[in-house]
């Protein structure tokens, strides 16, 4: 059983620019969790997604940043216009239905320049 | 609003030597569950271990077990037998039993060094 993936796993966009993280959740797992870690912090909650739902976004800026987990396909975390603040490593993490544990991607490093 | 503290920054053992990382918490609900994740310089998240708030044994897994202290709100990590591969960061977490149970709450981190 493959773990979680997430692609790409480094990023480098112009300031401006768009950015798509992608995060394809182990079989089975029915929800993904996206997480940002800034530079020598701990790991921030973004958003809670079940297929075709948002189920909590209170982590997520209220700007530039959205989130998708669509009935087919990888979840989509999509940052837009993207500044400099934004470089960070961006985990996702998936569970099945009930279960407590999260498993986690490897993640992607977003840089900004 | 949960909130978990790591109060120590960096520790440091000497290999098959024992070591114990703090980890206090603020919390209202009495259902919880609480976690260790290692966090390597590969930056994967690795679960160590998880504990219960209704159980009252700590949890153990092979040489990693925890001192949960529900009343004193206080979750220490032990690591026996110390290994090199054990270098990482170590993080605690939090993650509520009620309706807010999708996000895990994260404390700073504490970075272990192992010498050999």
């Known amino acids: 059983n493959a773990g979680v993936m997430q692609n790409p796993r480094h990023l480098v966009r112009r300031r401006g620019q768009e950015a798509r993280l992608r995060c394809s959740p182990m079989?089975?797992?029915?929800?993904v969790y996206w997480y940002r870690q800034l530079p020598e912090e701990g790991l921030k909650f973004m958003v809670y997604?079940?297929?075709?739902?948002?189920?909590?976004e209170s982590g997520m800026p209220k700007e530039r940043f959205s989130a998708e987990f669509p009935k087919e396909g990888p979840s989509i975390l999509r940052i837009q216009q993207v500044v400099r603040g934004d470089s960070a490593a961006y985990f996702c993490a998936s569970s099945p239905l009930g279960p407590v544990e999260q498993y986690f991607g490897p993640g992607t490093r977003l840089t900004v320049t | 609003a949960q909130t978990v503290t790591q109060s120590q920054p960096e520790m440091s053992v000497q290999e098959a030597e024992t070591v114990t990382l703090s980890c206090t918490y603020d919390t209202s609900e009495s259902d919880y569950y609480l976690f260790w994740y290692k966090q390597p310089p590969s930056r994967q998240m690795i679960l160590v271990i998880r504990?219960?708030?209704?159980?009252?044994q700590n949890a153990t897994e092979n040489r990693f077990s925890v001192n949960f202290q529900k009343a004193a709100k206080s979750f220490s990590l032990k690591i026996s037998d110390s290994q090199l591969g054990d270098a990482a960061m170590y993080f605690c977490a939090y993650r509520s039993a009620g309706t807010s149970y999708g996000k895990l709450t994260f404390g700073q981190g504490t970075i272990l060094t192992v010498h050999p």
């Open positions: 997604l079940q297929k075709e739902n948002i189920i909590d």
């Open positions: 079989k089975g797992h029915s929800h």
């Open positions: 504990q219960e708030a209704y159980k009252q």
